[in-house]
């Protein structure tokens, strides 16, 4: 018995070697199940240009008329002349300064995220193990009592 023990662990390690090259393991975006093209330098500028626009036009959107809604009184002329920008003073361009500098925060951010989602996804599946240990034994509220 030993010696086939031996003999197994020797010829193990044997028949793992077939002569190809090991496959080298997939970028950790493709481990995570991430598209590539979210973490991509251009998909940033991108969505980082979207969010400008977006930005823009939220800044003219017309609030004095809901201000006056809310405050249960009819719109006058200078409530409907109230933008987001004109409540809120805001400057477009410290605005625009801003959303360009996050995009390096969001890259970082995405390939945080693309490397401890493999982590995350293996804690829940142990944890989701151990629930199901945990509970195997459980009586079943439908089974019959004898």
Not at 5 to 31: C, F, K, Y
Not at 52 to 81: H, I, W
């Amino acid at each position: 018995m030993l010696a086939l023990a031996l003999l197994s662990a020797i010829a193990v390690p044997a028949a793992a070697q077939t002569g190809r090259p090991a496959v080298p393991p997939p970028p950790p975006a493709a481990q995570s199940g991430i598209p590539p093209e979210i973490l991509d330098d251009r998909t940033l500028d991108q969505v980082g240009n979207m969010v400008g626009a977006l930005t823009k036009a939220f800044l003219d959107l017309p609030v004095g008329e809901v201000e006056a809604a809310v405050e249960n009184r009819p719109a006058t002329r200078e409530d409907r002349r109230k933008t987001v920008r004109s409540v809120t003073g805001t400057n477009e361009r410290e605005l625009s300064q801003d959303i360009e500098q996050s995009k390096g925060a969001m890259k970082a951010g995405g390939q945080a995220m693309v490397r401890a989602l493999p982590v995350i996804r293996d804690a829940l599946n142990r944890a989701g193990d151990e629930i199901e240990r945990a509970t195997a034994n459980l009586p079943q509220p439908g089974y019959p009592r004898r």
